[in-house]
């Protein structure tokens, strides 16, 4: 071989293999999830392995062109033919006609079949003779090679008339500007099939006119993806405000694997290693993970949700996060997607949540409030006297020369006294009793949680021993504070609030006095 034959053939076949593949590469990275992308790089990966095919095919003598034609060359573009099939019938949508069990294995079923006949040795694909011409090892024009190349050119006419179909079956612009696209793209390589290859042009081109039709199809689908933005889902209208959009928006697919997610959206849920897409990875807890699972099956079950909240735990260093949600469950065919917008809404909540907290909260003590305690019990009551349960305890209690500790102290003193009287209290009881400042120095608590009176009156006289074992201090100021106290049996004595708070009432006064009275 001369060096001119070596040259010839690295720029005929090795240079455009290189050039398919680099181009398959681009492909892939744009949008490597989706099918079309990946069916797109198979097809350039083929086309360019077809063209080191045929460049080792010269450099072997020409007694070997027969069997690598046949076996090699013919095998790949039998796959060339299935992706490109495969690739039609999902952008023209008829795949939702093929039995899910089916697809899409149907389009590789014919390569199959003849790779397992190659492989036993079976002779389905002929072997074309070959003789030297110039610098090139061409196919004699034979029955064999008529028959291949009309096969072909039919099956461009089939690409055809699929695209004709998922065109007349579309509405979307997009999609029926791609498959316009596709079907000029189809016809154009047919019609170079048709002219250059029934005609012998000898020495003067080389041969096989699936090297013209890789080159033609490349440039095609290069100049509409670089360019044009013709495949699905890749405009860079909506791409651009996709990414700038101050709104985290994430496109999921069946499996929950992140089909699509912004900058925002990467920023709000910490997703740091883009490589591992699934939405699960970034749960982070069981917690988590059961809420995301519930939200599917809610979006499943309505197919449209509108400001569904989620508390994730876990996601930053600093806690909890709360997020509203937008989100809508497509299924288009066999495909089903679900889109999502999210709000991180933690700052409202912990503002709204301050808000209720002030609403029915005492300021100074952090006790409930006498709106939340007249509320809750009212409900409480109504809730024994339909169970018909057992005995509750209404606690009314006052500080015994209160006035008189704020007149010689001060109010800050005052005030603490009163803080040092909630925690007193707190710690004597549970937290599902109701425990409320009312004002000024009054206090209320209602008690549900004991099995018999022995054991509230046991209580009572531990609250009582606590008092008075313990005192306030406050720098040098040390005060026994003393509570005088009230008790109304519930239902024995009443069962509404008024009632009870005008028996525990008389009763405090009373035990007012008895206080008075021993000393």
């Known amino acids: 071989m001369s060096i001119s034959q070596l040259c010839m053939y690295l ?290 079950l309505k197919g449209t949700l509108r400001d569904y909240s989620l508390a994730l735990d876990n996601l930053y260093l600093d806690g909890r996060i709360h997020i509203s949600i937008d989100a809508k469950y497509v299924v288009t065919g066999k495909e089903r997607i679900f889109y999502a917008m999210l709000r991180d809404v933690t700052s409202e909540v912990e503002k709204e949540k301050m808000i209720m907290h002030m609403a029915y909260h005492d300021v100074l003590t952090d006790l409930h409030n006498r709106a939340f305690f007249v509320t809750h019990i009212t409900k409480k009551l109504v809730e024994m006297s339909q169970k018909e349960s057992g005995e509750a305890y209404f606690v009314l209690l006052d500080l015994n020369q209160f006035k008189i500790i704020n007149d010689s102290f001060g109010h800050s003193v005052g005030d603490q006294v009163l803080q040092y009287t909630a925690e007193v209290l707190k710690d004597a009881t549970n937290k599902n009793d109701l425990v409320a400042r009312f004002g000024g120095d009054e206090f209320v608590l209602f008690l549900d949680d004991f099995n018999t009176r022995e054991d509230f009156e046991g209580w009572l006289s531990q609250l009582r021993m606590t008092f008075e074992e313990k005192n306030f201090n406050y720098n040098d100021i040390h005060i026994k504070v003393i509570p005088s106290i009230g008790i109304a049996y519930c239902p024995e004595q009443g069962d509404s609030f008024e009632d009870l708070f005008h028996v525990a009432d008389l009763n405090m006064y009373a035990d007012k006095e008895s206080l008075k009275s021993r000393k």
């Open 11 to 300: 720029a005929v076949y090795v240079l455009p293999a290189l050039y398919l593949f680099g181009l398959a590469c681009v492909v892939l990275m744009q949008q490597s999830r989706r099918l079309e992308n990946r069916l797109i790089t198979a097809i350039l990966v083929s086309y360019s392995f077809l063209y080191f095919g045929e460049f080792f095919r010269h450099l072997l003598p020409i007694e070997y062109s027969s069997t690598v034609s046949g076996i090699g060359l013919g095998l790949i573009s039998l796959l060339v033919v299935s992706l490109t099939l495969h690739l039609y019938i999902h952008v023209s949508n008829l795949y939702i006609y093929i039995p899910r069990i089916v697809y899409p294995g149907v389009f590789y079923v014919p390569f199959l079949i003849v790779l397992v006949a190659q492989i036993l040795h079976w002779r389905i694909i002929p072997f074309i003779l070959h003789e030297p011409r110039g610098f090139w090892y061409v196919p004699i024009y034979n029955e064999e090679y008529y028959i291949v190349l009309t096969s072909s050119a039919m099956l461009n006419l089939i690409m055809v008339f699929i695209l004709i179909i998922g065109l007349r079956k579309t509405v979307n612009l997009q999609q029926r500007k791609l498959l316009k696209f596709l079907m000029v793209c189809t016809l154009v390589v047919f019609t170079l099939k048709a002219s250059m290859g029934y005609l012998n042009f000898g020495e003067h081109i080389p041969p096989y006119t699936f090297l013209i039709e890789g080159i033609v199809f490349s440039i095609f689908i290069s100049f509409s993806f670089l360019h044009n933005d013709l495949l699905p889902n890749i405009s860079r209208r909506y791409r651009t405000l996709f990414d700038i959009s101050p709104i985290p928006i994430m496109i999921l697919d069946n499996n929950l694997d992140i089909l699509e997610i912004n900058k925002q959206g990467r920023f709000l849920l910490n997703i740091s290693d883009p490589t591992d897409m699934n939405l699960m990875k970034y749960a982070r807890t069981k917690h988590n993970k059961k809420l995301l699972r519930k939200l599917i099956e809610q979006l499943q």
